[in-house]
């Protein structure tokens, strides 16, 4: 189990993370998700022990271990890189850490085995990495920290050099792997798919602070603010006034759309809020249907699965940006003007507009 | 035109004053075109001389310590610059000096320090260390000649070493330490082989500048043997042996050529680790437990 608490650290004038909590359940994978800047890997590179926090703990398994060198922390990190020794071939790469923590060699030579098995490097194992390709450096770096049976692995962006077509099926080989072994994860992305797709949690970052922290599915339906909302898959975020309907859990709000009703168990924190809804959940007007809205269409893609849409409000000030995605091919035009349903579920209440 | 051509100027002149060089010396070293007429007595004399072998000794073994004690002075200090150090440049530029200071003046400079009545020794005899001088100067084994040696080229060496050392990742050695590597093995295991390549050329480079020393050995160098270039001065002009002092010159030259091959037979197996650790049938093994 890793626990973080009140981690601080800045470079120069520049604060990389600000009081920084969160923990890691034992087996459970945990996503730092966040643009570039936004301190993941700072937080990352202190659980490594690579970078020493100004101030905050970090305990893995009950042990304080902010103090310990990276070489005595029980942490095994994939870098972004790979960090590959280029001299040592696959195999004893693979067995560097064991034969530091000075193993028996018949027992490194049953990890070995088994972790070329694993991530299918077997016929590889005696190339140097400069003879592999980047999916199969890639794996190599991943058995090495596999084999060290880490009390928490870390991973700092490990399929960004990837192309997508790899990207996706390294990604399912790591899920497995830390299931398997119920490895105990902290992965650092800034892609939201990736998070969204290998988490159990996900602790979205924005300038050295944990915006929100949930499971895939609550930071993706239930985005806390518009910062949130923006980064996790798209959104479409409106400033709204919002009045309490008789009925149970029913608001209406008026925005750039218009008047539309809102059923949410949560209340609005403010009677003036931002409101965000995914680009999916809207769907083509037939008839006279509550929370109709309508939008002139400026530009279209399609994208196979889906069908982009860009369009723009009627309002009299030039209108704001909409966009909306349809699983099924539209025939409309660009200039014209569609009719558009969101249900009255898929609007979700943000953080209070400060003017 | 072909493009081989090309080539002509710049390697045109080293093969042709490489090897009309090479073409004289060998020619005088068995005596063609004097008036006693060719012979290999010349050979067979000087290789029959113990003083040969006394300087090639002696000459091997202050460039062998010379060389060795540049490069493992310049490891320690290359792996220290690479951290952030305030003032860094002016560090660097205070090691590079003894670049610029000619190996006569070196040399001079060392003996006035170590002479009987030079700095060192009136210092411990006004400390009353010692109640009189050593006679360190002029050593037979050849230690000032090491010191200079070490101290005049330990800068070349941190010039290859630290660009080596400087272009390996630090994720490579954060890797390595996150592995549970002390800094030792990091240094033995991860450093070490990857500046290989750097290590080779210094180790090469300083080896034969000091196999060839002249100015060192005539100052400081022992007064009972020879340094192999001093020797070689000494036969020509003041034996006026040209053709033996010629073949001491093939010595040294085909020395410098082996040692340069021996440097890199024995450093290359520390460059790469790809013997296998497990065999295939090892593999099915464990592939069917």
């Known amino acids: ?33 966040g643009p570039s800047g936004c301190g993941k890997t700072t937080l990352l590179k202190m659980i490594g022990g690579f970078h020493k926090p100004d101030s905050g703990e970090i305990w893995i398994n009950n042990e304080r271990v902010d103090h310990l060198r990276p070489e005595n922390r029980s942490t095994a990190m994939c870098f972004q890189s790979y960090a590959l020794f280029p001299h040592l071939s696959v195999s004893h790469n693979i067995c560097f850490g064991l034969a530091q923590k000075k193993l028996a060699a018949n027992l490194q030579k049953d990890y070995l085995a088994e972790a070329l098995l694993q991530v299918g490097l077997v016929p590889h194992k005696d190339k140097l990495p400069s003879q592999l390709s980047g999916g199969q450096q890639q794996r190599v770096a991943l058995a090495r920290a596999m084999v060290m049976r880490p009390d928490v692995i870390l991973f700092d962006e490990p399929l960004s050099n990837l192309d997508a077509k790899l990207r996706e099926s390294v990604r399912f080989e790591i899920k497995s792997l830390q299931k398997k072994h119920k490895l105990t994860t902290v992965y650092v992305t800034h892609d939201q798919a990736e998070a969204l797709a290998m988490s159990d949690k996900i602790i979205v970052l924005n300038a050295g602070r944990i915006e929100q922290e949930g499971s895939p599915e609550s930071i993706y339906y239930r985005p806390k603010n518009r910062f949130v909302a ?22 209406q709000v008026s925005c750039e759309l218009g008047d539309l009703i809102v059923e949410s168990e949560e209340p609005p924190v403010s009677d003036y809020v931002y409101i965000c809804w995914r680009p999916e959940s809207a769907y083509r007007a037939q ?41 099924k091919l539209l025939h409309t035009q660009v200039g014209k003007s569609e009719s558009f349903v969101i249900p009255k579920n898929a609007i979700r209440f943000l953080e209070e507009v400060d003017e | 035109m072909k493009l081989w051509l090309l080539l002509l100027p710049g390697l045109g002149s080293i093969v042709f004053l490489m090897g009309s060089a090479l073409y004289t010396i060998m020619i005088q070293s068995v005596g063609l075109h004097t ?15 113990p003083i040969l072998f006394r300087s090639i000794e002696y000459s091997l073994r202050t460039s062998v310590l010379g060389s060795l004690g540049a490069v493992i002075l310049a490891y320690p200090i290359a792996m220290w610059l690479r951290k952030p150090i305030p003032g860094k440049t002016a560090i660097i530029g205070l090691l590079r000096a003894p670049m610029f200071v000619p190996g006569l003046v070196a040399a001079f400079l060392l003996i006035n320090v170590i002479s009987f009545h030079g700095i060192l020794n009136e210092s411990l005899l006004a400390l009353g260390v010692i109640d009189k001088p050593l006679r360190i100067t002029n050593d037979k084994f050849g230690w000032s000649v090491v010191m200079l040696q070490v101290w005049k080229n330990t800068p070349f060496a941190l010039i290859l070493l630290s660009s080596s050392i400087n272009s390996i990742r630090s994720d490579v050695l954060d890797a390595s330490a996150d592995l549970g590597a002390s800094a ?45 270039s001093v020797l070689m001065h000494y036969t020509a002009t003041a034996y006026y042996e040209w053709e033996k002092a010629a073949v001491i010159g093939l010595v040294i030259m085909v020395l410098s050529g082996l040692s340069a091959i021996l440097i890199t037979l024995m450093t290359r197996p520390f460059a790469n680790r790809t013997r296998p650790v497990i065999s295939a049938s090892f593999l099915e093994r464990s592939h069917e437990k």
């Open chain 1, 1 to 33: 189990m890793l626990q973080i608490k009140n981690l601080k650290k800045h470079f120069e004038d520049y604060l990389a993370t600000d009081d920084i909590s969160f923990e890691a359940k034992e087996g459970e994978f945990v996503t730092l998700l």
């Open chain 2, 184 to 228: 030792w093995a990091n240094f033995s295991q991860v450093v070490f082989p990857l500046t290989i390549p750097a290590l080779q050329a210094a180790l090469i480079l300083i080896f034969i500048g000091a196999l060839g020393d002249f100015a060192f050995a005539s100052i400081a160098g022992s007064r009972n043997v020879y340094s192999l």
């Open chain 1, 287 to 327: 008839g006279e249907v509550e929370n109709t809205f309508n939008i002139k269409v400026e530009n279209l893609a399609f994208l196979g699965n889906v069908t982009d849409l860009f369009g723009r409000t009627l309002a009299m000030n030039d209108g704001e940006s909409v966009r909306i995605q349809l699983d």
């Open chain 2, 35 to 49: 008036e006693l007429g060719a012979s290999l007595d010349y050979w067979s004399d000087t290789l029959s001389d």
């Open chain 1, 230 to 251: 923006d980064f996790i898959g798209a959104a479409n975020i409106h400033k709204a006034k919002v009045t309490k309907l008789e009925q149970a859990h029913h608001y």
